[in-house]
């Protein structure tokens, strides 16, 4: 994966979120619809910005680490 894919990704995940949260608090959308988008969004978030955070910049991808 690519560090601006990676940032994409991540970005959208928190935008996500952040828009059911607003949407939730204008009463468009029931609580509990805000709250299971977060709970999924807010993992992708964390581990793409944190890939993204760890990648080099270039053409490279980011290297397999592992078990």
């Known amino acids: 994966m690519k560090k601006r894919n990676a940032l994409i990704v991540g970005l ?3 935008v996500i979120a952040a828009v059911a949260g607003a ?3 204008l009463g468009y959308l029931p609580a509990i619809v805000a709250e299971l988008v ?21 053409e490279e991808d980011i290297p397999f680490i592992g078990y």
Do not use: Q
């Open 23 to 25: 949407l939730a608090a």
């Open 38 to 58: 977060a709970i999924v969004a807010f993992p992708v978030f964390v581990i793409f910005i944190a890939l993204w955070w760890n990648a080099k910049s270039g």
């Open 12 to 14: 959208a995940a928190g």
